[in-house]
Structures are given as structure tokens and as C-alpha cells.
């Protein structure tokens, strides 16, 4: 979903419809359930702050966060979480969830959760089937076989692969068919027991480089070498089709997978032109668009239909709605011009907070940085510029070689070249400062961290 | 040409092909001619330095900048260009071009004014009249009578507004009717002449206002109360239409008048799939569009047909190619809104250099300020915010109460509340800096000028 997705930020990340990301509403449903625990999240160390924070801002404790140190899909990605929680829990019960959907009838999610949990409880692995409203030929299905009780649930007869479109009509037609959502529900142990029965070396290489964990703040990392031996496979292929106990839970819950602007168009609240506007727009005579514009900047649209018109700081998409699958074409352009705009947003999160580099000019740049309270910035030097901070709010305290001293609203300081120095935010109101660099070379790989509260120095 | 012009940069003054304005391209096509003087413009005070500073850039020396108080169309303007003409050099000959449109033939321009001159030389006046290459609805039409000996000018027959699509193919069919291009050539006494003839109070009223002009730096000023006696009319009707002098020059020169963003997209060089791109474009499968990106943002457009899509640091437009002579009702809705985004960039020019709000905040704005060498800020004083300055290039003079210093490269200082400071530029090359300002009011209004070498204070 580029301009808005960037590598180090996906679209889980993102609050695409309305304040909270699609993580934090997956939480959030989550969270909702009887007698759930605290998330336990899967991801690559990339995202791994991300994750704390969103967690935090929703104010989620974290059941764990586990760093994927290399992609291997999701049944080794399962796996590492069904160890986890079989180390609290011998009884625990896994509710899988990608972050990446939206549902919008939360009580039928509930309705279906509360079934999956009764076949869990019997041993089934039982996977989430959303009814299809429409043949859609870009997921997978599953077709149930014999009812499994009174309550809702079914064998699963087969998985097939994404249809022809004569084939989901088809599919739609018999009503036996139901969307692959990607979310299931089974007791820890009993998917580790199926994953070792149909895929053995890959439930010694998790099992082997779980027990090889370390913890890193809030963080358990995976060696590289353990994980990476593990075969790479999804739930589907190496468990859910091999199994005898498979299970499918149909449900109408409102579920939609928001794989692209045009997805998220279609599932959004629209107003009486069927436009979708984000922030500050002005539509004349326009019509079936998703306009969204960023901050401090507005966007017009005038005698336009069926288009995606997304802004961001450094780059904005005007594409029309049935192309916007293609706009891996344009971030592969990008890829292929050296460019950076498919990697970062120009506004980067980091632990400590975040900075935004809002003026450059060929001997300096000029970020705005904010730091979370408790937050500190590594002990670092540059060999290359001088910085100048001016807090604009919140009180910083500034390590500069020898001197420690407090910095407030409307007070300045200077950082000579090479010296050692610290930002820390010590109160409970964020700081935030304008930061003017200077100097011949001004890259962000001009850094010596000499120590880090982060575990980056 | 919203968003790109604004109340206070319109379009003449805008690069809207190239690098040079239009008004700089009529400047330097007037230059090319033989014999010519140095320009005498007229325009309103609010564009005034920007006149200045834009015929500095393309290095052609003022022949007088003229202010209109308040505007009295175009018979009076050139009116009182002629007086100023007169000063200098009683048998001066006007050539006189609207700053709004471009020329591709230069050489067939210069022919036509060859032929112009000699009219002139007899007394005549002379109309520029375009030779149609298509039944054109948006421009009046001169029609030619009897020719004027053998070099190619005719008594002008009548003026005709604006046709409807059949009378305009007639005319074109014809071959004796041009577009009028509201450029003229006449001898300034010859001018007056004939608007004393045909429009006395007009005359006396111009004539008395130029009589109490005054001279500030390198502007005359025209008193508001003499020239706001003078009646409003165009040159065609006070004058042209009444004359039995009036002459027409038919010209086919690659005129184009640029009245909307379609039209500048019909006469640009566009490339194979019928697009102009201005700056850092990313296009896919696009089709007969204009699109122009601002600076430090790219635009990707993607499986679109003709959209002109124009951005700017605080507004983009998305229309269709078709519609884009709609874009006053976009601006309408801001002017109803009170917004600003109709009236100024966020880039200010001023006549000491620029400025540029990057960053702002709830008690904070961040500002890039360009220094021209050899220009200063006014001496003045804020009674809500203080400001940092730190120079990122060249040498500033800073005033800040008793102390007057040099501040270099990486250099800072802090200007409190209420001290009386001003910024000045000593050099040779332009002086860069950023500015933070800190404080409970941030507006534009919050200064006391002391004293100002622009005649502001």
C-alpha cells in the first residue's frame, strides 16, 4: 500500500481507516475475548519496536514479543509461539491472527471464536472460514465436509487454491466453500504434536533455536543459525492439510483483507458520491475515490472518478482504483533508481521516539525530534557535524562531554563536532526539539554509539 | 493556475515552462528587439519586488517600475507608461505586451513588429493579431480591412468579442480575422493623442495622478486618489475601437495565451504517451497528463488518462484536463473557508530574499530564511516570541540591541522577547539560516518595524 506502506513500516503498522493500526485492532478484537491472555506477537526484528509501542499506546501489555531472525512463513513463525506459551501454560490455547484484516461484526467473531474453542478443546485444529459474499478469485477457499456437532463446526475436506472466476462463482454457488481467513484456533500442544507428525525437521530446527532464546529487553530474540534451519512453509501446507483434525468454523463477520487502496476503498464508510477522504480535502464533481492527504498539506480533486490519490511527506500515488495491485511497479522502479521512498517514510520511529527531517540544504539538515518520556538517545558522537538543539517543548537533559544539564522550552545548546553527547527525557511530557545540523557529510550512518538503553550501541 | 499561482504570485510571475517566468520571457523577447529601451513595467504594489528581483535575475536593467494604486484596466496602465516614456524621450514608440503569454517564432514576432514600427512611424496604432490555426472561442477577433501598403498591415474593420464555436469557424474559414493578442505598438504622444480624443477625463485623470507621483527606491508611485479618478476601461474600447488610426499586424508567431494548466499542457513539449512532466515524475502507464512536482516530494501517477496533477509545498491539485478551468470553484471554497492556501505560498518572498515556514507546533515555528547579498531585514521587534537563528551559510550581521556581530557557518544566537534585532547580509553570496521561533503568538503581525530600507516600517 505504498506511498503509505514502506518497508520498515507494513501495512500492519498503519492506521489506514480511522486513529489505530490494523495490529492494534487485531489486539484490541483479541482482547475483547473471554478469558484471553496477553498477545504474544511474532515479528521480524525490524518491526520490533514498532510493535512495543503500538502496543503501548493501546495500552495492551505484551504477552511476549518474538523476533523472527529470518522469514521462514507462518507454520515455523506458530510453532515458535506455541513453544512460548506451553512454557506458562501446559493447557494453552493459540488464537492465530495476522495483523492485516479488518472485521467488522465483532460479535460474530466472537460467536465463531467460542465454537473453534470447543473444537480445540476436543483436539480439532480448527480454522476460521469466512462465508463468501461475492466469488472473489484473489484468496484461497475451503471446502467443509461433515458437521462436527450442533454448534457451527465441520471437517475440512480439502484447501484449494485461489479460483478462476467461473470457479468462485461456483464456489459461491454451493455453499460449501468458505474464504481462507488465515486465523485459526488449537491448543499449543496439539499443533506442535500434528507439526511434528507431518513435519518433523521443522519442529526440531524451532524447537532447537527457541531453546537457544535470549531476552533483550522486552524482546526474545531467535538465533539466526537455529531458525534459519527450519524449513520455510505456511500453517496450510504443512499442518492444516495433512492433519485428520482439521476443522473449519464458517462465520459472516465482516472480514476483509485489506491487500490494496482499492480493498480498502471498497470496505470504507462512503459519502454520498462514494468518496473516501482522509484528512484535509476539497472533492468538486468527484466521484468513487479514495483521497487521502497528509499533514499540513491539503489536496483538491476536481471532475475526477475512480481514483486513489494518497500523499505522504516525500511522495504521493495518483493511481487509478482497478490499478492500484500495480503499484509494485512504481516501488519497483524505485528499487531499480537506488531511491529510498519505498524503504522509509521521511518521519522515522525509533525507540526513543521519532525525527522528521524537515529541511536540507548542502551543508545541513534541519529534524524535528521528539523523545518519549523515560526515553534516552544513545551516548553517541559524529565525526563528521555539529548539531545545534532548540527545545521547543517538554525539559531535556543534555550530555555534552563532561556537563550534564537540563535544557528547556525556549533554550538552546550546541554540540561540537566529535564531542560525546546524550538527549534524555527524563519527565512524563514528551521533548521535543529542532535540531540544526551541520557539516560536510550528514548521513545517518555518522554515528558512534558508545552506549545504548536499546541494545543498538 | 491554482495551485501554483496565489493571490500574491500570479501567473506571469511563475516559471511555468523552464526556469524563466513568463513575465521574464516578455522582458528578454523584448530585448532581442533592435533599438529597444530599457522595460518600463507597470504593475500593482503587491508585485512590486517581485518585478525588481525578477528582472535582476535574467539581468535586464528597470526602465521604471510603475505602481497602479488601484486598478483601472489596461487603457489607463499604459497610459501612464506613455507619460513616463514621454519624460525621457518625446518621440518614444511603446511597444506593449501583457506578461501572460508565450511566443514560440521569436523571428516572426520580430518581423511583425519591423512592419509595426513603420505603421507607427505614420501615426498609426497597431494591434498584434494572431493568425488562427483553429476556431478558437475564448479570445476576440479583429477583423482587417483595407492593407496599409505592401508590408503586411491592415485598417482594423471592427473588434469582435468573443465568438460561439460556428462564427469562429466562419472566421477562420475566412482568413481575415486574428485573434487579438492585446499587444499594441504606437508612438506614446500618438497614444495620448488619441485617448485625450476619445476619453479626455481618462486622460486628464492619468495625467494628474502622474504629476504627483513619487519616487521610493526604485518604484515610482502613482497617488491612489488622483489615479482611482480615472474611468476603468481596456485599450479596445477606450481607444482601439474609436481611432480611425487603428492598424492590425497579422502574425502566426506560436502565440499562446496560458490561461489554464490544459492549455499549457497543448502548447508544452510532451512525450511519447502525451505527457508533460515537471520535476522528480514517476509515471506508469499514464496518458495525456501534466503533471508537476514540487520540490523534495516525488508524484507517481499510475494507469491514468488525462489528469493534470500540479503539487506545491501546502496544496495538490487532482483534475481532470478537461475541468481544470474549474479550478475557481476549489478556490471559491478556501476564499469561503478563510483559508490562506488561495493567497500565499508557503514560500514568502520579501525584498530582502525568502522565507519558509518547514515546521510548526503548538509554541514553535521553524523558518528557512534566504538573505540576499547586500539585503537586511527591517529593524524590528517581537512582543511574543523570541527567536534562534543559526546560520548554515554565508555571513549574517546580527543586531540585537546595543550589539552588532558577525554570525559564520554553524554559528547561533538568540534574539529575547522585545529586543530590537535585524539580520543583514554584508556579502557577496546569500546568507541561509534557520529560524525557531518560540512563543504563545506566532503570526506574521507580532512585528514593530523601526526602520526598513524597503519603506515598510
Chains 1, 2 share one sequence.
Not at 518433523?200 to 522486552?218: E, F, K, N
Not at 462465520?251 to 454520498?272: F, K, M, Q, Y
Request: a negative charge.
Amino acid at each position: 500500500m505504498w506511498p503509505l506502506s514502506r518497508q520498515n513500516q507494513p501495512k500492519q503498522f498503519l492506521a489506514l481507516m480511522g486513529d489505530r493500526s490494523l495490529f492494534q485492532e487485531t489486539v484490541l478484537r483479541a482482547q475483547a475475548l473471554d478469558g484471553v491472555q496477553a498477545p504474544v506477537t511474532v515479528c521480524s526484528e525490524d518491526h520490533r519496536f514498532m510493535v512495543g509501542e503500538q502496543l503501548q499506546a493501546v495500552g495492551v501489555a505484551s504477552g511476549g514479543i518474538l523476533l523472527e531472525p529470518v522469514a521462514r512463513n507462518t507454520a515455523p513463525a506458530i510453532a515458535l509461539a506455541a513453544l512460548h506459551v506451553l512454557e506458562h501454560d501446559p493447557d494453552g490455547t493459540l488464537l492465530v491472527m495476522p495483523a492485516d484484516h479488518l472485521i467488522e461484526d465483532e460479535s460474530a467473531f466472537r460467536a465463531a471464536v467460542a465454537t473453534a474453542r470447543t473444537l480445540a478443546d476436543d483436539g480439532w485444529l480448527a480454522a476460521f472460514g469466512i462465508r463468501p459474499d461475492y466469488a472473489e478469485t484473489g484468496y484461497g477457499y475451503i471446502l467443509r465436509g461433515d458437521a462436527l456437532g450442533e454448534e457451527g463446526g465441520f471437517r475440512i475436506e480439502r484447501f484449494v487454491e485461489k479460483p478462476d472466476l467461473a470457479t468462485a462463482e461456483r464456489y459461491l454457488a454451493e455453499g460449501t466453500y468458505a474464504w481462507n481467513s488465515g486465523m485459526f484456533l488449537f491448543r499449543a500442544d496439539r499443533y506442535l504434536q500434528e507439526l511434528g507428525r507431518h513435519a518433523p525437521q521443522m519442529l526440531d530446527a524451532v524447537r532447537d533455536a527457541y531453546g537457544a532464546r535470549t531476552s533483550d529487553l522486552d524482546f526474545t530474540r531467535i538465533p539466526e543459525a537455529g531458525f534459519a534451519a527450519s524449513p520455510s512453509d505456511s500453517i496450510d501446507y504443512a499442518v492444516m492439510e495433512k492433519t485428520d483434525r482439521a476443522a473449519v468454523v464458517p462465520v459472516s463477520c465482516g472480514w476483509s483483507d485489506i491487500g490494496s487502496w482499492s480493498s480498502l476503498w471498497a470496505v470504507a464508510e462512503r459519502d454520498d458520491d462514494d468518496n473516501r477522504h482522509e484528512g484535509d480535502v476539497i472533492s468538486v464533481d468527484t466521484r468513487g475515490s479514495l483521497v487521502r492527504a497528509s499533514e499540513r498539506r491539503m489536496i483538491a480533486t476536481l471532475g475526477v472518478e475512480d481514483l486513489v490519490v494518497v500523499d505522504t511527506a516525500d511522495a504521493t500515488l495518483v493511481a487509478h482504483k482497478d490499478r492500484v495491485q500495480d503499484v509494485k511497479i512504481v516501488v519497483d522502479r524505485l528499487k531499480k533508481a537506488g531511491r529510498q521512498e519505498h524503504l522509509f517514510h521521511r518521519k522515522v520511529y525509533r525507540p526513543w521516539g521519532s525525527y522528521d527531517s524537515i529541511g536540507v540544504g548542502p551543508r545541513f539538515q534541519v529534524k524535528r525530534i521528539v523523545v518519549k518520556p523515560g526515553a534516552a538517545l544513545s551516548l553517541q558522537k559524529h565525526a563528521h557535524r555539529a548539531e545545534h538543539w532548540i527545545v521547543v517543548s517538554g525539559i531535556a537533559e543534555v550530555t555534552c562531554d563532561d556537563r550534564v544539564f537540563d535544557l528547556r522550552e525556549n533554550e538552546s545548546t550546541y554540540i561540537p563536532r566529535g564531542s560525546v553527547h546524550r538527549l534524555r527525557n527524563n519527565g512524563s511530557e514528551p521533548v521535543e526539539l529542532i535540531e540544526v545540523q551541520s557539516g560536510s557529510y550528514l548521513g545517518e550512518d555518522d554515528i558512534v554509539r558508545l552506549e545504548d538503553v536499546y541494545g543498538r550501541s
